[in-house]
Protein backbone atom coordinates (compact mmCIF):
# COMPACT_ATOMS: atom_id res chain seq x y z
CA UNK A 1 0.00 0.00 0.00
CA UNK A 2 1.54 2.92 -1.00
CA UNK A 3 1.79 5.59 2.00
CA UNK A 4 -0.11 9.24 2.51
CA UNK A 5 2.83 10.68 2.12
CA UNK A 6 4.05 9.32 -1.09
CA UNK A 7 0.47 10.58 -2.19
CA UNK A 8 1.61 14.07 -1.12
CA UNK A 9 5.05 14.12 -2.89
CA UNK A 10 3.61 12.70 -6.39
CA UNK A 11 0.56 14.96 -6.53
CA UNK A 12 3.11 17.98 -5.86
CA UNK A 13 5.31 16.76 -8.06
CA UNK A 14 2.36 16.79 -10.60
CA UNK A 15 1.34 19.93 -9.64
CA UNK A 16 4.68 21.61 -10.20
CA UNK A 17 4.23 20.31 -14.38
CA UNK A 18 0.85 21.37 -14.24
CA UNK A 19 2.46 24.87 -13.59
CA UNK A 20 5.16 25.07 -16.05
CA UNK A 21 2.55 24.27 -18.88
CA UNK A 22 0.51 26.96 -18.10
CA UNK A 23 3.28 29.08 -18.25
CA UNK A 24 4.44 28.33 -21.39
CA UNK A 25 0.72 28.53 -23.17
CA UNK A 26 0.79 32.03 -21.35
CA UNK A 27 4.01 33.14 -23.35
CA UNK A 28 3.10 31.46 -26.42
CA UNK A 29 -0.37 33.19 -26.28
CA UNK A 30 0.45 36.89 -25.23
CA UNK A 31 1.55 38.56 -28.70
CA UNK A 32 -0.88 40.87 -29.76
CA UNK A 33 -0.98 43.39 -32.62
CA UNK A 34 -2.49 46.83 -33.58
CA UNK A 35 -3.63 48.18 -36.75
CA UNK A 36 -2.66 51.32 -37.62
CA UNK A 37 -5.56 53.22 -39.33
CA UNK A 38 -5.85 53.19 -42.99
CA UNK A 39 -4.01 57.01 -44.19
CA UNK A 40 -3.41 58.88 -47.29
CA UNK A 41 -6.69 56.84 -48.96
CA UNK A 42 -7.59 57.49 -52.37
CA UNK A 43 -9.78 55.45 -55.06
CA UNK A 44 -7.42 53.18 -55.88
CA UNK A 45 -4.93 52.58 -53.31
CA UNK A 46 -4.27 53.23 -48.80
CA UNK A 47 -1.73 52.60 -46.86
CA UNK A 48 -1.93 51.11 -43.45
CA UNK A 49 0.05 49.07 -41.00
CA UNK A 50 0.62 47.29 -38.00
CA UNK A 51 2.98 47.22 -34.50
CA UNK A 52 3.62 43.60 -32.96
CA UNK A 53 3.71 43.29 -29.14
CA UNK A 54 5.15 40.98 -26.86
CA UNK A 55 6.53 39.20 -29.74
CA UNK A 56 10.19 38.01 -27.86
CA UNK A 57 9.21 34.58 -27.76
CA UNK A 58 7.46 34.32 -30.62
CA UNK A 59 8.95 33.12 -33.97
CA UNK A 60 7.23 35.52 -37.21
CA UNK A 61 6.57 33.94 -40.29
CA UNK A 62 4.62 36.31 -41.97
CA UNK A 63 3.02 39.71 -40.78
CA UNK A 64 0.74 42.30 -42.51
CA UNK A 65 -2.91 43.43 -43.39
CA UNK A 66 -5.51 41.67 -44.41
CA UNK A 67 -8.49 43.53 -46.09
CA UNK A 68 -11.99 42.59 -47.72
CA UNK A 69 -15.24 43.73 -48.68
CA UNK A 70 -16.67 42.41 -45.67
CA UNK A 71 -16.58 42.66 -42.15
CA UNK A 72 -13.72 40.40 -39.93
CA UNK A 73 -11.03 39.87 -42.93
CA UNK A 74 -8.77 37.33 -42.47
CA UNK A 75 -5.48 35.87 -44.51
CA UNK A 76 -7.85 34.00 -46.79
CA UNK A 77 -9.01 37.53 -48.19
CA UNK A 78 -6.70 40.15 -49.74
CA UNK A 79 -3.50 41.27 -48.01
CA UNK A 80 -0.29 42.22 -48.37
CA UNK A 81 2.40 41.01 -46.63
CA UNK A 82 5.38 42.99 -45.19
CA UNK A 83 9.31 41.91 -45.73
CA UNK A 84 11.54 42.49 -42.67
CA UNK A 85 11.95 41.56 -39.42
CA UNK A 86 10.64 45.27 -38.18
CA UNK A 87 7.52 45.08 -35.30
CA UNK A 88 6.44 48.08 -36.57
CA UNK A 89 5.76 48.07 -40.48
CA UNK A 90 3.34 49.97 -43.23
CA UNK A 91 2.04 48.67 -46.37
CA UNK A 92 0.17 50.19 -49.30
CA UNK A 93 -3.41 48.26 -50.19
CA UNK A 94 -3.63 48.44 -53.70
CA UNK A 95 -5.87 47.66 -56.40
CA UNK A 96 -8.96 48.79 -54.22
CA UNK A 97 -12.20 49.75 -56.11
CA UNK A 98 -13.17 53.20 -56.42
CA UNK A 99 -15.73 54.51 -53.52
CA UNK A 100 -16.32 51.18 -51.86
CA UNK A 101 -16.27 50.47 -47.99
CA UNK A 102 -13.46 48.19 -47.01
CA UNK A 103 -12.44 46.26 -43.49
CA UNK A 104 -8.66 45.87 -42.25
CA UNK A 105 -6.68 43.79 -39.69
CA UNK A 106 -3.49 43.68 -38.94
CA UNK A 107 -1.94 40.02 -38.77
CA UNK A 108 1.02 38.18 -37.38
CA UNK A 109 1.49 34.34 -38.17
CA UNK A 110 4.05 32.32 -35.73
CA UNK A 111 4.86 28.80 -35.82
CA UNK A 112 1.45 28.08 -33.41
CA UNK A 113 -1.68 30.55 -34.48
CA UNK A 114 -2.27 33.66 -36.85
CA UNK A 115 -3.01 37.11 -34.57
CA UNK A 116 -5.35 39.56 -35.54
CA UNK A 117 -5.57 43.22 -34.12
CA UNK A 118 -8.57 44.73 -33.92
CA UNK A 119 -10.86 45.32 -37.11
CA UNK A 120 -11.05 49.32 -39.05
CA UNK A 121 -13.16 50.47 -41.78
CA UNK A 122 -12.43 53.34 -44.21
CA UNK A 123 -13.89 53.90 -47.33
CA UNK A 124 -11.68 54.68 -50.97
CA UNK A 125 -12.72 57.83 -52.89
CA UNK A 126 -12.84 58.79 -56.37
CA UNK A 127 -9.21 59.90 -57.00
CA UNK A 128 -6.92 58.07 -59.39
CA UNK A 129 -3.59 57.57 -58.81
CA UNK A 130 -2.37 53.45 -60.51
CA UNK A 131 -3.27 53.02 -63.90
CA UNK A 132 -3.00 56.81 -65.64
CA UNK A 133 -2.14 57.58 -69.47
CA UNK A 134 0.27 60.44 -70.05
CA UNK A 135 -1.02 62.78 -72.53
CA UNK A 136 -3.80 63.36 -75.29
CA UNK A 137 -6.18 60.95 -76.43
CA UNK A 138 -8.38 61.80 -79.26
CA UNK A 139 -10.57 58.85 -80.11
CA UNK A 140 -12.38 58.88 -83.91
CA UNK A 141 -13.57 55.79 -84.57
CA UNK A 142 -15.89 52.90 -82.42
CA UNK A 143 -12.56 50.65 -82.57
CA UNK A 144 -10.58 53.03 -81.40
CA UNK A 145 -12.82 53.75 -78.04
CA UNK A 146 -12.92 50.23 -77.47
CA UNK A 147 -9.66 48.87 -78.39
CA UNK A 148 -8.59 52.36 -75.81
CA UNK A 149 -11.35 51.63 -73.16
CA UNK A 150 -9.63 47.67 -73.01
CA UNK A 151 -6.80 49.68 -71.13
CA UNK A 152 -9.32 50.27 -68.07
CA UNK A 153 -7.28 53.36 -67.45
CA UNK A 154 -8.83 55.74 -64.61
CA UNK A 155 -7.05 58.66 -65.48
CA UNK A 156 -5.75 61.28 -68.61
CA UNK A 157 -3.15 63.95 -67.76
CA UNK A 158 -4.45 65.56 -71.03
CA UNK A 159 -7.83 65.94 -72.85
CA UNK A 160 -9.68 63.29 -73.80
CA UNK A 161 -11.81 63.52 -77.00
CA UNK A 162 -14.27 61.99 -78.84
CA UNK A 163 -14.28 63.39 -82.66
CA UNK A 164 -15.55 61.55 -85.59
CA UNK A 165 -14.96 62.55 -89.59
CA UNK A 166 -18.13 63.22 -91.01
CA UNK A 167 -19.17 59.81 -92.96
CA UNK A 168 -17.06 57.85 -90.61
CA UNK A 169 -17.64 53.97 -91.82
CA UNK A 170 -16.82 53.16 -87.76
CA UNK A 171 -18.73 56.17 -86.31
CA UNK A 172 -18.71 56.78 -82.42
CA UNK A 173 -22.44 54.85 -81.07
CA UNK A 174 -21.36 53.87 -77.29
CA UNK A 175 -18.70 54.72 -74.82
CA UNK A 176 -20.16 52.97 -71.88
CA UNK A 177 -16.73 50.16 -71.90
CA UNK A 178 -14.85 54.07 -70.50
CA UNK A 179 -16.62 54.26 -67.62
CA UNK A 180 -13.10 53.62 -65.20
CA UNK A 181 -12.04 57.10 -66.41
CA UNK A 182 -12.22 59.69 -62.86
CA UNK A 183 -10.40 61.98 -64.18
CA UNK A 184 -9.09 64.21 -67.47
CA UNK A 185 -7.98 67.47 -67.78
CA UNK A 186 -10.41 68.39 -71.02
CA UNK A 187 -13.77 66.40 -72.23
CA UNK A 188 -14.54 66.82 -76.17
CA UNK A 189 -17.91 65.10 -77.72
CA UNK A 190 -17.47 66.16 -81.29
CA UNK A 191 -19.43 64.91 -84.18
CA UNK A 192 -19.92 61.80 -83.09
CA UNK A 193 -23.63 59.50 -83.57
CA UNK A 194 -23.90 59.17 -79.36
CA UNK A 195 -27.46 59.52 -78.02
CA UNK A 196 -25.98 59.62 -74.02
CA UNK A 197 -22.55 60.04 -72.58
CA UNK A 198 -23.12 56.46 -70.76
CA UNK A 199 -19.27 55.59 -69.56
CA UNK A 200 -18.69 58.50 -68.16
CA UNK A 201 -20.52 58.49 -65.04
CA UNK A 202 -17.53 58.74 -62.71
CA UNK A 203 -15.37 60.83 -64.22
CA UNK A 204 -15.77 63.34 -61.34
CA UNK A 205 -12.50 66.04 -62.44
CA UNK A 206 -12.30 67.83 -66.01
CA UNK A 207 -9.67 70.61 -65.34
CA UNK A 208 -9.95 73.11 -67.85
CA UNK A 209 -12.57 72.79 -70.90
CA UNK A 210 -15.79 70.81 -71.37
CA UNK A 211 -16.84 71.05 -75.38
CA UNK A 212 -19.62 69.50 -76.76
CA UNK A 213 -20.32 70.41 -80.31
CA UNK A 214 -22.68 68.77 -83.07
CA UNK A 215 -23.56 65.48 -81.60
CA UNK A 216 -26.97 65.00 -83.64
CA UNK A 217 -28.54 62.27 -82.17
CA UNK A 218 -27.20 63.30 -78.45
CA UNK A 219 -30.73 63.46 -76.39
CA UNK A 220 -28.93 63.81 -72.80
CA UNK A 221 -25.67 64.52 -70.58
CA UNK A 222 -27.28 62.95 -67.31
CA UNK A 223 -23.58 60.83 -66.75
CA UNK A 224 -21.34 64.16 -66.63
CA UNK A 225 -23.63 64.44 -62.87
CA UNK A 226 -20.34 63.61 -61.02
CA UNK A 227 -17.92 66.66 -62.40
CA UNK A 228 -17.68 68.85 -59.01
CA UNK A 229 -14.15 70.53 -60.28
CA UNK A 230 -13.86 74.03 -60.99
CA UNK A 231 -12.62 74.29 -64.95
CA UNK A 232 -12.14 77.61 -67.06
CA UNK A 233 -14.86 76.62 -69.71
CA UNK A 234 -18.04 75.28 -70.93
CA UNK A 235 -19.44 74.94 -75.07
CA UNK A 236 -22.63 73.77 -75.56
CA UNK A 237 -22.83 73.95 -79.11
CA UNK A 238 -25.55 72.67 -82.12
CA UNK A 239 -26.53 69.41 -80.55
CA UNK A 240 -29.97 69.38 -81.77
CA UNK A 241 -32.01 66.83 -80.34
CA UNK A 242 -30.43 67.53 -76.48
CA UNK A 243 -33.01 68.15 -73.80
CA UNK A 244 -31.69 69.17 -71.00
CA UNK A 245 -28.14 70.22 -69.45
CA UNK A 246 -29.17 68.62 -65.73
CA UNK A 247 -25.76 66.76 -65.87
CA UNK A 248 -23.85 69.82 -65.44
CA UNK A 249 -25.53 70.65 -61.82
CA UNK A 250 -22.79 69.78 -59.70
CA UNK A 251 -20.71 72.61 -61.35
CA UNK A 252 -20.05 76.02 -59.68
CA UNK A 253 -17.38 77.56 -60.80
CA UNK A 254 -15.80 78.68 -63.86
CA UNK A 255 -12.47 80.63 -63.48
CA UNK A 256 -9.09 81.81 -65.68
CA UNK A 257 -6.65 79.82 -67.03
CA UNK A 258 -3.61 81.37 -68.82
CA UNK A 259 -4.97 84.78 -69.22
CA UNK A 260 -8.07 83.92 -70.14
CA UNK A 261 -11.65 84.73 -68.23
CA UNK A 262 -14.02 82.05 -67.67
CA UNK A 263 -16.05 81.08 -70.72
CA UNK A 264 -19.54 79.75 -70.94
CA UNK A 265 -21.32 79.31 -74.44
CA UNK A 266 -24.71 77.53 -75.05
CA UNK A 267 -26.84 77.50 -78.48
CA UNK A 268 -28.30 75.18 -80.94
CA UNK A 269 -30.24 73.61 -78.88
CA UNK A 270 -33.88 73.21 -80.84
CA UNK A 271 -35.23 70.37 -77.88
CA UNK A 272 -33.57 72.35 -74.99
CA UNK A 273 -36.56 73.04 -72.55
CA UNK A 274 -34.59 74.62 -69.73
CA UNK A 275 -31.39 75.61 -68.95
CA UNK A 276 -31.77 73.93 -65.26
CA UNK A 277 -27.82 73.03 -64.59
CA UNK A 278 -26.46 75.71 -64.90
CA UNK A 279 -27.74 77.78 -61.94
CA UNK A 280 -25.12 77.31 -59.54
CA UNK A 281 -22.37 78.82 -62.23
CA UNK A 282 -20.60 81.54 -61.00
CA UNK A 283 -17.49 83.41 -62.55
CA UNK A 284 -14.56 83.37 -60.48
CA UNK A 285 -12.28 85.83 -62.39
CA UNK A 286 -14.14 89.13 -64.04
CA UNK A 287 -13.71 89.40 -67.95
CA UNK A 288 -15.53 86.19 -68.43
CA UNK A 289 -17.86 85.29 -71.46
CA UNK A 290 -21.19 84.37 -71.63
CA UNK A 291 -22.67 83.65 -74.58
CA UNK A 292 -26.76 82.37 -74.91
CA UNK A 293 -27.69 81.84 -79.15
CA UNK A 294 -30.39 79.94 -80.81
CA UNK A 295 -32.19 78.55 -78.19
CA UNK A 296 -35.85 79.10 -79.28
CA UNK A 297 -37.99 77.21 -76.26
CA UNK A 298 -35.77 79.50 -73.51
CA UNK A 299 -38.05 81.75 -72.29
CA UNK A 300 -35.54 83.90 -69.56
CA UNK A 301 -31.97 83.52 -68.45
CA UNK A 302 -32.78 83.10 -64.42
CA UNK A 303 -30.38 80.71 -64.36
CA UNK A 304 -27.49 82.77 -64.91
CA UNK A 305 -28.09 84.95 -61.67
CA UNK A 306 -25.40 84.22 -60.34
CA UNK A 307 -23.19 85.36 -62.71
CA UNK A 308 -21.90 89.25 -61.50
CA UNK A 309 -19.46 91.67 -62.51
CA UNK A 310 -17.66 92.73 -65.50
CA UNK A 311 -17.28 90.22 -68.54
CA UNK A 312 -15.38 90.17 -71.71
CA UNK A 313 -18.12 89.39 -74.02
CA UNK A 314 -21.58 89.52 -73.38
CA UNK A 315 -23.67 87.84 -76.56
CA UNK A 316 -27.60 86.52 -76.29
CA UNK A 317 -28.53 85.86 -79.97
CA UNK A 318 -31.76 84.23 -82.04
CA UNK A 319 -33.59 83.67 -78.93
CA UNK A 320 -37.15 83.92 -80.17
CA UNK A 321 -38.85 82.91 -77.49
CA UNK A 322 -37.23 84.92 -74.94
CA UNK A 323 -39.37 86.99 -73.00
CA UNK A 324 -36.86 88.90 -70.34
CA UNK A 325 -33.51 88.77 -69.06
CA UNK A 326 -33.74 89.52 -66.10
CA UNK A 327 -32.06 87.04 -65.06
CA UNK A 328 -28.80 88.84 -65.71
CA UNK A 329 -29.04 91.58 -63.62
CA UNK A 330 -25.77 91.01 -61.57
CA UNK A 331 -23.78 92.00 -64.25
CA UNK A 332 -21.90 95.40 -64.13
CA UNK A 333 -20.43 96.04 -67.57
CA UNK A 334 -19.37 94.49 -70.83
CA UNK A 335 -15.50 95.25 -71.81
CA UNK A 336 -14.77 94.16 -74.79
CA UNK A 337 -18.31 92.51 -76.83
CA UNK A 338 -21.85 93.19 -75.92
CA UNK A 339 -24.32 91.48 -78.77
CA UNK A 340 -28.16 91.57 -78.20
CA UNK A 341 -29.07 90.60 -81.85
CA UNK A 342 -32.81 88.39 -82.97
CA UNK A 343 -34.19 88.33 -80.05
CA UNK A 344 -37.63 89.04 -81.70
CA UNK A 345 -39.61 88.37 -78.05
CA UNK A 346 -38.18 90.46 -76.31
CA UNK A 347 -40.05 93.70 -75.17
CA UNK A 348 -37.13 95.38 -73.03
CA UNK A 349 -33.82 95.26 -71.38
CA UNK A 350 -34.62 94.49 -67.77
CA UNK A 351 -31.92 93.04 -66.72
CA UNK A 352 -29.24 95.09 -67.90
CA UNK A 353 -30.03 98.07 -65.18
CA UNK A 354 -26.59 97.84 -63.24
CA UNK A 355 -24.01 97.96 -66.11
CA UNK A 356 -22.16 100.69 -66.13
CA UNK A 357 -19.79 100.23 -69.30
CA UNK A 358 -19.86 98.99 -72.55
CA UNK A 359 -16.72 99.48 -74.79
CA UNK A 360 -15.46 97.89 -77.63
CA UNK A 361 -18.11 96.59 -79.73
CA UNK A 362 -22.14 97.22 -79.67
CA UNK A 363 -24.34 95.32 -81.57
CA UNK A 364 -28.40 95.91 -80.78
CA UNK A 365 -29.61 94.41 -83.61
CA UNK A 366 -33.55 92.83 -85.33
CA UNK A 367 -34.82 92.94 -81.76
CA UNK A 368 -38.33 93.49 -83.16
CA UNK A 369 -40.51 94.27 -80.26
CA UNK A 370 -37.44 96.80 -78.84
CA UNK A 371 -39.15 99.93 -77.88
CA UNK A 372 -36.96 101.76 -76.12
CA UNK A 373 -33.38 101.50 -74.10
CA UNK A 374 -34.55 103.25 -70.51
CA UNK A 375 -32.48 100.32 -68.74
CA UNK A 376 -29.15 101.56 -69.59
CA UNK A 377 -29.95 104.79 -66.71
CA UNK A 378 -27.04 103.42 -64.89
CA UNK A 379 -24.84 103.31 -67.87
CA UNK A 380 -21.96 105.80 -67.55
CA UNK A 381 -19.83 105.06 -70.86
CA UNK A 382 -20.76 103.57 -74.23
CA UNK A 383 -17.90 103.97 -76.64
CA UNK A 384 -16.09 102.39 -79.48
CA UNK A 385 -18.09 100.54 -82.13
CA UNK A 386 -21.37 101.17 -81.85
CA UNK A 387 -24.35 99.97 -83.75
CA UNK A 388 -28.00 100.21 -83.04
CA UNK A 389 -29.73 98.93 -86.02
CA UNK A 390 -33.17 97.23 -87.60
CA UNK A 391 -34.77 97.35 -84.48
CA UNK A 392 -37.82 98.00 -86.36
CA UNK A 393 -40.04 99.02 -82.88
CA UNK A 394 -37.22 100.92 -81.29
CA UNK A 395 -38.21 104.71 -80.83
CA UNK A 396 -36.85 106.03 -77.85
CA UNK A 397 -32.78 106.30 -77.09
CA UNK A 398 -33.26 108.31 -74.02
CA UNK A 399 -31.42 105.65 -71.76
CA UNK A 400 -27.97 106.22 -73.01
CA UNK A 401 -27.89 110.26 -73.58
CA UNK A 402 -25.80 110.69 -70.05
CA UNK A 403 -23.39 107.65 -70.97
CA UNK A 404 -22.52 109.96 -74.69
CA UNK A 405 -22.14 113.02 -73.60
CA UNK A 406 -18.05 112.28 -72.49
CA UNK A 407 -17.90 109.35 -75.20
CA UNK A 408 -14.66 110.05 -77.55
CA UNK A 409 -13.62 107.77 -79.97
CA UNK A 410 -17.12 106.35 -80.46
CA UNK A 411 -18.34 105.37 -84.15
CA UNK A 412 -22.18 105.76 -83.74
CA UNK A 413 -24.25 103.44 -86.35
CA UNK A 414 -28.10 104.33 -85.71
CA UNK A 415 -30.06 102.90 -88.82
CA UNK A 416 -33.33 100.93 -89.39
CA UNK A 417 -35.05 101.49 -86.24
CA UNK A 418 -39.16 103.42 -86.43
CA UNK A 419 -36.55 106.33 -84.92
CA UNK A 420 -33.31 106.97 -85.87
CA UNK A 421 -31.38 110.10 -84.85
CA UNK A 422 -27.71 110.87 -85.26
CA UNK A 423 -25.36 111.13 -83.07
CA UNK A 424 -25.21 114.78 -82.93
CA UNK A 425 -28.50 114.84 -82.21
CA UNK A 426 -28.24 112.37 -79.36
CA UNK A 427 -25.86 115.53 -78.04
CA UNK A 428 -28.42 117.42 -78.42
CA UNK A 429 -30.93 115.80 -76.26
CA UNK A 430 -32.94 114.97 -78.96
CA UNK A 431 -33.44 111.15 -78.34
CA UNK A 432 -37.21 110.17 -79.03
CA UNK A 433 -39.80 110.93 -81.43
Known amino acids: MIKFSTLIVLFCLLAGCSDDNSVVEEDIFNLSIEITSPFDIKGD ?53 FN ?59 YLSFSQENDSQDPIVDISAMSNIRSVD ?23 NIFIDRNNLLIQ ?68 TLMVHTLPLITNLDV ?47 GLQNITNLTQNVLIKNNDNLFNLDDFYNLQEISGTVQIVSNEALVDFCGIIDAIQDSEDTNFEITGNQFNPTYQDLLDGTCTE
Open 45 to 97: IASSGGNIINEDDHTILRKGVCYSLTAAPTVNDLLIEHEGVATSFEVNLENLE
Open 221 to 288: IDDLSNISSSLHSILLNQNFRLTNVNGLSNINRLVEKDGRGPYLKVGGADSLTSLSGLDEITFEDENG
Open 100 to 158: TVYYARAFAETTNDIFYSDEVAFTTTNECTLNVFEGDVTLTTQTEVDDFASNNYCRITG
Open 304 to 350: FSQISGKLSTLEISYMDNLQNIDGITSITGVNDSFRLTNNESLLDFS
Open 186 to 208: SFAVVNTNLESLEGMQNLSIVSS
